[in-house]
């Protein structure tokens, strides 16, 4: 029987059942190689040689395709139809290389859906391994590991906090941290409008903006103020008006086209507030069902079958007005079309979503794929647009209504995309005749100030990502997911905030390596790429002629220090960190003691925050982020406590908090809490201070054992507690709500995620081997989950799950914590003696030169 592989045990459970007993389908769980952690694994001195290594994790499942392989001659490859499908194929074929010795077949099929029909025709069309498309994958990686592996080392030195930069990741933080940089930099111009409600001779009312003012068509900024606004309202109310013109045109919208990556991470974010990484974990579910087509394409074509199936299910669904007379076709306008499979569909157009039984998200990614595609090969709306003049009889003063009516929906009936900025409707207007009088109703200002560019969300920065062309369909969610993990991006209310860390990360780059984050050189190397895939350009020309360049910027950063960086990003962030000052004022004094000047400082954590330069005399710090904000607030006096004690909001290094008095000899440390997150200081008020210095609140008396139940606000977020249990709840307004009952349950729930557990004598989980011998494991501790390596323990960052962890990401903090301590540099030349005494290839060198990063420090996964 043939040996088929496939990625996952879903999609080989789905396929075994169209092949049925004849073949044997085995899943490799994705990739079965990757590059070391270690330097060395990329070699530009020697063509780019790469070293690869088998996953500890992936022997076992390497092992079972070479067991099934010992009887059967044929090895199908059918992992999917992309770069790194290809990628998948290659690395499995370079790993069996010792089973398929003997005159064992290797072949290579794709199907763009796990239909039946689909896999067998795959079956029968057989092909080698896409050679260039394995290249562009062998130059993506390389470059990646180039990048993170040189770059980040230079980060760990000279920026202490950073953790990591990368190809893509990188230019993806920098479009963040500007677009904050210019809402911060926005100064709002206040305008404003009139508007009048009219009455027709027949009784009808509608309402219609003012256009016209002292003979003249109205600018936006031509009404600045409410007395310019009050005289604007005079003038109309002291004139009649009539209806001066009315005018109607038809006009038709056409549907939009059907889904490709980009498109339905977009879609998926604006409608369900899915994170990309969400959409497209659903997606992959679907497809491995074999409810749609493959999901990560660049492709918005759809095969020639799919558009008369479609086609015949909206004339079975709706009828034959809803189909148009030909069908519709879509190509891509993408710049860089790259991956250009078919666009993501349902493989059965009469599969509506109510037909399948799926978990909750992907139902709701399924109806949105299935509207979108039938919706894409339906008729047209048709619309009628009218617009209504009325000028007083001197042509003073005149208003515009303007009304839209659907005359046919078309496709609309099935869909119709969201909008990231949504603008108001408009409605039908009353029947008017040109030339007769109308009754003045309510005439009324509104005043409005403009608005800063808006935060990115996760489907706003995909959609400029691709417009930039930069990254790919098989990028996007990793690169998020990537700015996230390190803490250089937060994600709130679906909204992209940059982090402390992300600006000094971006500033850094923006100083010191322009070239590689510029938005243009990053496209062009995703085009380059491109050529590589298609076969027209050699993968090692592109390393070559990147390296030579990028090697020589890293060698330039060698004697920096970290003092001179801070200068350099001190003046480069100026105008974010120092505003100017109402009053003229330097904006760098000091503060508190008045002579000393405000610098960019960076604490051992990584945070930044501006502090005085006469320290440790003056300890005034503020920071980073939002200082305008908390410099304006601090010291803002909120009310008094019950004894007649101030309750202040302060600014601190740490953001803002709240404090009950002043300290003194008596009181040095008054009460004191910050401000939990969504909280901000323009809305706080005097009893949500009370309230949060009030905690911890006690809810009662556990009904079990009497013991008491609190509620509180802590270093991981809000908790509940008893006696020593701690357990989270999702919301920091449920601390000053939550009653006995929830409170219990909320416990239970807690204890009953913690039954069953191993004894801590055992290791969570084993990364592997450090590179200087030794293994590398995630233990469970009193006080959390940390890594171990030899005599060095480093604890878990917050928010990061033992089971997530990577041996890349494990290195770091080890070589953090070793750092620290000094338990590295005994330990570790002992036991790399101890087991490599004749050859030791890796002694703990200090030296470091443009071509390649100490051996001792790490890097997680660039892109």
């Known amino acids: 029987m043939p040996v088929v592989v496939v990625e996952s045990p879903a999609k080989a459970k789905t396929i075994n059942k169209y092949l049925g007993p004849d073949f044997t389908v085995l899943a490799s769980y994705g990739h079965v190689r990757d590059l070391p952690a270690k330097d060395g694994s990329v070699d530009p001195e020697h063509g780019f040689d790469m070293l690869w290594e088998v996953a500890p994790e992936s022997k076992k499942h390497v092992r079972a395709i070479a067991e099934a392989l010992k009887s059967d001659d044929t090895l199908i490859l059918a992992t999917d139809p992309d770069?790194?499908?290809?990628?998948?194929?290659?690395?499995?074929?370079?790993?069996l290389q010792s089973s398929l010795k003997k005159g064992k077949n290797v072949a290579r099929v794709t199907f763009n859906a796990i239909t039946k029909d689909a896999v067998t025709k795959a079956m029968k069309e057989p092909r080698d391994i896409d050679t260039p498309l394995v290249e562009a994958y062998l130059a993506r990686r390389a470059l990646d590991y180039l990048v993170g592996f040189t770059l980040s080392p230079v980060l760990w030195r000279k920026l202490p906090g950073a953790k990591s930069a990368g190809r893509v990741q990188s230019v993806c933080l920098r479009l963040i941290v500007e677009r904050e940089m210019e809402i911060e930099a926005f100064k709002a111009q206040e305008y404003w409008t009139v508007k009048a409600v009219f009455r027709t001779p027949r009784g009808q009312e509608f309402e219609a903006g003012m256009v016209t003012l002292g003979g003249k068509k109205l600018a936006k900024f031509d009404i600045p103020t409410a007395t310019a606004a009050e005289l604007a309202v005079q003038a109309a109310k002291s004139r009649d008006f009539k209806v001066m013109a009315v005018e109607s045109k038809p006009a038709t919208r056409n549907p939009w086209p059907p889904f490709m990556t980009s498109t339905l991470q977009q879609e998926a974010s604006r409608k369900y507030g899915m994170g990309a990484k969400q959409c497209m974990n659903a997606a992959q579910r679907l497809y491995e069902a074999g409810y749609i087509t493959y999901m990560r394409t660049d492709g918005i074509d759809m095969a020639p079958e799919a558009v008369m199936a479609a086609r015949d299910e909206i004339k079975r669904r709706f009828g034959p007005d809803y189909v148009p007379d030909s069908p519709r076709m879509y190509k891509n306008k993408a710049k860089n079309a790259q991956e250009a499979h078919e666009c993501i569909r349902p493989t059965d157009m009469g599969l509506g979503p109510e037909k399948i039984r799926v978990e909750d998200d992907q139902r709701k990614l399924y109806d949105l794929i299935w509207k979108r595609t039938i919706s894409s090969q339906m008729a047209a709306a048709r619309l009628e647009r009218t617009a209504v003049d009325v000028t007083s009889p001197d042509g003073e003063v005149g208003f515009?209504?303007?009304?839209?009516?659907?005359?046919?929906?078309?496709?609309?009936?099935?869909?119709?995309?969201?909008?990231?900025?949504?603008?108001?409707?408009?409605?039908?207007?009353?029947?008017?005749?040109?030339g007769e009088a109308l009754a003045k109703g309510a005439i009324t200002p509104d005043q409005h100030f403009t608005q800063p560019p808006p935060r990115y969300t996760e489907a706003t920065l995909v959609k400029r990502m691709e417009e930039l062309g930069i990254g790919r369909p098989s990028t996007y969610a990793s690169i998020l997911t990537t700015i996230v993990d390190r803490e250089y991006v937060r994600k709130d209310k679906n909204r992209l905030f940059p982090e402390d860390k992300g600006r000094l990360v971006t500033a850094f780059l923006a100083n010191f390596f322009k070239r590689y984050v510029e938005y243009d050189f990053t496209a062009d190397l995703e085009a380059e790429l491109d050529d590589v895939s298609a076969g027209d350009r050699d993968y090692k020309d592109v390393l070559a002629r990147f390296w030579r360049d990028f090697s020589a910027a890293i060698a330039e950063t060698a004697d920096l220090r970290i003092g001179e960086v801070l200068e350099k990003l001190d003046d480069f962030l100026a105008p974010h960190l120092y505003p100017a000052r109402a009053d003229g004022g330097d904006p760098r004094i000091c503060p508190t003691c008045g002579t000393g000047r405000l610098h960019l400082k960076t604490a051992r954590s990584g945070g930044a925050f501006i502090g005085c330069g006469n320290y440790p005399e003056c300890r005034y710090t503020r920071p980073l982020a939002g200082d305008a904000e908390s410099v304006a607030s601090d010291g803002r006096i909120l009310g008094q406590d019950e004894n007649g004690v101030e309750i202040s909001l302060r600014a601190g290094r740490f953001g803002p908090y709240i404090q009950r008095g002043e300290a003194s000899e008596a009181n040095p440390k008054p009460d004191r809490a910050s401000l939990p997150k969504g909280w901000t200081p323009d809305s706080l008020t005097l009893d949500r201070a009370l309230s949060l210095l009030s905690l911890p609140r006690e809810v009662g008396k556990h009904p079990e054992d009497g013991v008491l139940v609190e509620a509180g606000i802590g270093r991981f977020g809000p908790y509940v507690k008893h006696g020593t249990v701690y357990a989270n709840i999702p919301e920091v307004e449920e601390v000053f709500t939550i009653g006995m009952n929830r409170a219990v349950e909320v416990l239970a729930q807690k204890?009953?995620?913690?039954?069953?557990?191993?004894?801590?004598?055992?290791?969570?989980?084993?990364l592997g081997a450090h590179p200087d011998g030794g293994e590398v494991q995630v233990m469970p501790g009193k006080y959390g989950p940390y890594v171990k390596w030899e005599k060095v323990n480093a604890t878990l960052p917050k928010g990061v799950e033992p089971e997530t962890v990577t041996l890349e990401e494990a290195l770091v903090l080890i070589a953090e914590k070793a750092g620290k301590s000094g338990a590295k540099k005994k330990a570790a030349p002992k036991k790399a003696a101890a087991k490599k005494a004749p050859a030791a290839k890796k002694a703990p060198a200090k030296k470091v030169t443009a071509k390649k990063a100490p051996a001792k420090e790490k890097v997680a996964k660039a892109e």
Do not use: C, T
Request: proline share 5%; charged share 35%; hydrophobic share 35%.
């Open 83 to 95: 770069r790194e499908g290809e990628a998948i194929s290659w690395h499995l074929k370079e790993a």
């Open 400 to 434: 515009r209504a303007n009304g839209q009516v659907v005359l046919f929906d078309g496709y609309l009936k099935v869909y119709d995309q969201g909008r990231d900025d949504e603008d108001e409707d408009e409605g039908r207007l009353p029947q008017v005749m040109q």
């Open 751 to 766: 204890a009953s995620r913690g039954r069953g557990r191993a004894a801590p004598a055992g290791p969570l989980k084993v």
